[in-house]
């Protein structure tokens, strides 16, 4: 007997130190791309103007004698995927700049909530469909950053302004249409959790059909920014990311364009990562039941 | 003598699983932001343009009602901390946004040359420098970020063009001074190392008294990534770290103005993260040997 549990004992151990090994491996975390490309024609919100980019060169170049590329570009600091700042809309609130690095990433949380629009172009999100997401997920973790899926992006980006504006008339505001977060439900976020940031697939985190900017009102001066325009929802998995929502650096911008990603952990996202953990504890556990009998 | 060995099988089987569940948290990576802020009177390249910032909105708006800020930017890609697509250089090569989201992330390695540079404000970086590092730190990990930390943005940057680019005369290319990457280390990453992309603390990858343009021929039809104008090289360790150089996604861009940060897992950095597995690896062999005993 006592050889019997002397192999037990060495072979739990080597396995521990196996799995123990195996469970520590970070290689190979998916990255996904949230970020639509700039490019003449993008849909703008219609208090901003057209994206410009404009090529310099793109040849030999008399002056250097070697092939080189070059353009410039102009635009609204809220273009293609932007984040807000807090004090595009609160005097006295974070600039770009002057939003803590750490504010700019947190995990991942995207919220479906396409099967809940409807044939209401201008859908509130409202605290429901935010609980009803918990309810099967889990609470959103402190610090997360939220992306709200209206399906927008995905049916109309490529389609052109109208299209994704909901409207002809892409320089009249108070013709947009598209889904957006209810104020009660921003309100909701602010009072009840520890939320970073909110993104969204659409031109605006109001619904198109408000023209009081409830939403932009209540988020940005608690400092939860806002993400428009992300990219590639679709490929987000509900938990078990990291994202980052990266501007370039605008000194005392109101908000500025970004890279915006998340990085998917599939062994954490699919429960893995802690199994090796959990085999070994029920392992030993047995081992010591074995020893004790 | 059973009874004492079964305590210390239990003892050892707990402190296994303690110091495995410890190994295991990916808590608090420290981030290091490595991207100076956009302003007006930033140093650009005397071929570029100078940044241009316009205040549009910063205050209560008739058509709003409410508190509103926004901005609108003019730039050249190549401002700011920056990226430089292969097509820059290299017809037919990736603009910016062909380059593959995996390349624009990898191991970091900060190669600190300043001891190397003496009174030569050109100074190029040599094949030898890049050896003398690997002989400290070991080979140039495959995918890596290289960051050469010349000094001269931690001197020179806040103080303007003059300073920085090594002389007054801002819109004359042939008088820069900068130091750079020589050609010859440039072929010799190519030749001999994989690295995604080759970081700068200064306004060029090429030594400021070069005409030709050499390394930056060298690196990007090879799809070495350059990156220029990286801040805060003073706070990245030498390993240990993850860099991310986050462009915004300029459509048929020859490069673009960019997040840059490194992710230091500082348990990695300082060799902490393996501890645990090496303590249950050796506890593991004694326990073995007292069983056996």
Redesign the interface.
């Known amino acids: 007997m006592?050889a019997q549990r002397?192999t037990v004992?060495?072979i739990?151990?080597l396995f521990?130190?196996l799995l123990?090994?195996l469970?520590?491996s970070?290689d190979d975390p998916r990255?996904i791309?949230l970020?639509?490309?700039?490019?003449i024609g993008i849909p703008v919100h219609p208090?901003?103007?057209n994206y410009t980019?404009t090529i310099?060169?793109r040849g030999v170049t008399g002056?250097?004698g070697?092939?080189?590329?070059?353009?410039?570009?102009?635009?609204?600091?809220?273009t293609?995927?932007h984040i807000d700042a807090p004090?595009?809309?609160?005097?006295g609130a974070w600039?770009l700049?002057q939003i803590p690095?750490?504010h700019l990433?947190g995990p991942g949380v995207m919220i479906d909530v396409r099967d809940k629009i409807g044939d209401n172009p201008d859908y509130p999100v409202t605290p429901q469909d935010l609980q009803d997401w918990e309810r099967e997920y889990g609470r959103i973790p402190d610090g997360a950053i939220l992306m709200l899926r209206t399906g927008w992006g995905e049916q109309f980006w490529e389609e052109g302004p109208a299209a994704y504006l909901g409207t002809d008339h892409t320089r009249n505001a108070s013709l947009l249409h598209s889904p957006g977060l209810h104020p009660a439900a921003a309100q909701w976020i602010v009072d009840n959790r520890d939320v970073k940031a909110v993104g969204f697939d659409t031109i605006s985190a109001d619904p198109g059909d408000s023209t009081?900017?409830e939403t932009h009102?209540i988020l940005l001066p608690n400092n939860v920014l806002i993400l428009e325009n992300v990219a590639h929802l679709d490929e987000m998995p509900p938990t078990g990311s990291t994202v980052?929502a990266?501007?370039?650096?605008?000194?005392?911008?109101?908000?500025a364009?970004?890279?915006v990603?998340a990085i998917v952990d599939d062994r954490t996202s699919a429960g893995v990562?802690?199994t090796p953990?959990l085999i070994?504890?029920v392992t030993?556990v047995i081992?010591?039941i074995l020893?004790?009998l």
Chains 1, 2 share one sequence.
């Open positions: 006592a002397r004992t060495v739990t151990i521990g130190v123990g090994c469970g520590r970070d990255l791309d970020t639509w490309t700039l490019k208090i901003y103007p980019f310099i060169n002056a250097l070697v092939y080189l590329e070059s353009n410039e570009i102009y635009m609204s600091e809220h293609g995927t004090a595009h809309f609160a005097q600039r700049d690095f750490g990433t009081t900017y009102l980052y990266m501007p370039i650096k605008i000194g005392d911008g109101s908000g364009p970004s890279r990603f990562t802690t953990n070994f504890i030993s081992m010591i020893q004790a």
